[in-house]
């Protein structure tokens, strides 16, 4: 009984101090959230006290990864990544004047102003220019995998439920650390490790639950090859990590798409779907996709399917290469609900004998947290 008050008071001072604080250095969002996280805080009472913090400093994104594994819920990334968004502009950690441990600038200086960088005019292309920059967009993706050297990495998946369907209640089902082959064009999951404990021979559909695959050119290929005869339609000018992008939304009808959901390895439809395309406008590389299933029938078990692809620039034998970093899906069996978020890392050249070690220790590659000896997200 002495502990619940020992924790009561806690929460009752570390709440008073959450509205005290509106602006936060991104060393104080962190410890933040793995305060939050720790306390076991509502996913949708964390979001909330997001949403009222302004940052001093520019929040990475891969500085939104490290936080997300933590443990975040989906309605807390969501705030992280619009917290990202805003902070665009800031200088980076440690670089602005309010940050912790900074020097407080002084009158002269505070007063003292460069002069304003010119302005980026970005003219909002004509239908025949969209039409050239969706063609170079196409090119891009229908030999994206063709352009992909052989290599493997480590694919780890944090799968969530809310079991009351309101999306207030999601608690950890699993952790899936796989190791990921790309030879030949062709994916191959080898799982490794469950909850940081190493196994053999397990296979995915062995685990339940929903998984992905085709993030590495079948998803981009489809929505991109002729055949399917996408509908697209230029929406704007977007920024992802400071770079200017092309946003394209897409639909692909049910009679032209293989977007297949499988239930419990005895119900299968196709569905049709439809999303938007980040590509950046200097090269045409696409960055982001993201995907909605808008023909399911009511009478399918599985329902509100969402996808959310994120990549980004990795080396591999000294060379860089755009490949999947990330991505989230969204989805709800009967009233329950699920969300999964997965991270590829440690990319390197696949040759015979190639591996990626994993120990019941450190199957992430990352020191064990301390409380319950489980290795971090990568």
């Not at 490290?66 to 443990?71: E, F, K, V």
């Not at 302005?119 to 196409?138: C, F, G, H, N």
């Not at 899936?176 to 397990?202: C, F, P, R, S, W």
Request: proline content about 6%.
């Amino acid at each position: 009984m002495k502990r619940i008050c020992l924790f009561l008071i806690f929460a009752s001072f570390f709440t008073a101090a959450l509205f005290a604080q509106r602006q936060m250095t991104v060393a104080q969002l962190t410890g933040f959230i793995k305060t939050s996280v720790d306390a076991k805080l509502a996913d949708k009472d964390i979001a909330a006290e997001l949403k009222k913090i302004q940052l001093t400093e520019k929040l990475e994104p891969n500085a939104v990864s490290q936080l997300m594994s933590l443990g975040a819920g989906p309605r807390t990334s969501a705030a992280l990544r619009e917290l990202a968004t805003a902070s665009e502009s800031l200088p980076p950690p440690g670089a602005s004047p309010t940050a912790a441990g900074a020097p407080a600038a002084t009158p002269a200086a505070r007063f003292t102003m460069s002069p304003p960088k010119p302005a980026v005019m970005l003219t909002v292309p004509d239908s025949v220019e969209q039409e050239k920059i969706l063609d170079a967009i196409r090119d891009y993706a229908l030999n994206y995998s063709q352009n992909l050297p052989n290599f493997i990495c480590t694919q780890v998946t944090r799968r969530q439920e809310d079991p009351t369907g309101s999306g207030d209640h999601y608690r950890s089902v699993d952790k899936i650390q796989e190791l990921l082959t790309y030879y030949e064009h062709h994916e191959n999951y080898k799982i490794m490790a469950v909850d940081g404990k190493l196994v053999d021979n397990k296979d995915r559909k062995s685990l339940g639950g929903a998984t992905s695959e085709g993030e590495f050119g079948s998803m981009m290929y489809e929505i991109f090859d002729p055949v399917t005869a996408t509908e697209f339609e230029w929406t704007k000018f977007g920024k992802l990590d400071g770079v200017i992008m092309n946003v394209f939304s897409y639909r692909i009808p049910q009679e032209r798409s293989h977007y297949s959901i499988l239930y419990r390895d005895t119900d299968r439809i196709i569905s049709g779907y439809h999303g938007v395309v980040y590509a950046r406008k200097n090269d045409n590389a696409i960055i982001r996709i993201t995907l909605e299933c808008d023909t399911i029938p009511a009478s399918f078990p599985v329902q509100a399917v969402k996808e959310d692809l994120y990549y980004g620039t990795v080396k591999i034998s000294g060379l860089e290469f755009v490949v999947p970093i990330k991505w989230e899906s969204h989805s709800r069996d009967s009233h329950i609900l699920s969300f999964n978020s997965a991270e590829f890392a440690l990319y390197r050249k696949y040759e015979t004998g190639s591996s990626i070690t994993f120990s019941s220790d450190d199957t992430d590659d990352k020191k064990p947290d301390p409380k319950d000896q489980k290795p971090k997200k990568p």
